[in-house]
């Protein structure tokens, strides 16, 4: 079992910066892929980053390429998501998942985290 904390949403500015991050429990951080997710009121979670288990390869929505940054820190066994030149329309719940390497979606989630944009 895989237990999933976020932190550092926030309310921000238009054009500002925050970075959220994702603690995990459990073993074996290192073999899971995992990713950043979100959902805006009255919309369906949307897919935001990845970063793979085995070579940390990251994967990025086109809306948040160039804006988004997640990386892992395995002896931390955390995630994060360094989010720059937010937008109001990144207003959302940030959601953290975790894939294990047999699993073929996201099994593991966490209680998510508000971030607003406030133009």
């Known amino acids: 079992q895989v237990q999933l904390v976020e932190s550092g949403g926030g309310l921000v500015q238009a054009g500002g910066s925050l970075r959220l991050s994702c603690a995990t429990s459990g073993r074996s951080f290192s073999s899971y892929t995992m990713g950043w997710f979100r959902q805006a009121p009255g919309k369906e979670r949307e897919f935001v980053a990845t970063?793979?288990?085995?070579?940390?390869?990251?994967n990025y929505a086109d809306s948040v390429k160039g804006r988004f940054t997640i990386s892992r820190d395995n002896a931390k066994n955390t995630v994060y998501l360094q989010m720059n030149s937010l937008k109001p329309e990144d207003t959302a719940v940030y959601y953290c998942?975790?894939?294990?390497?047999?699993?073929?979606?996201?099994?593991?989630w966490g209680q998510g985290t508000q971030v607003t944009v406030s133009s």
């Open positions: 970063s793979s288990w085995n070579r940390g390869t990251t």
């Open positions: 998942a975790a894939r294990g390497i047999l699993d073929s979606d996201f099994r593991y």
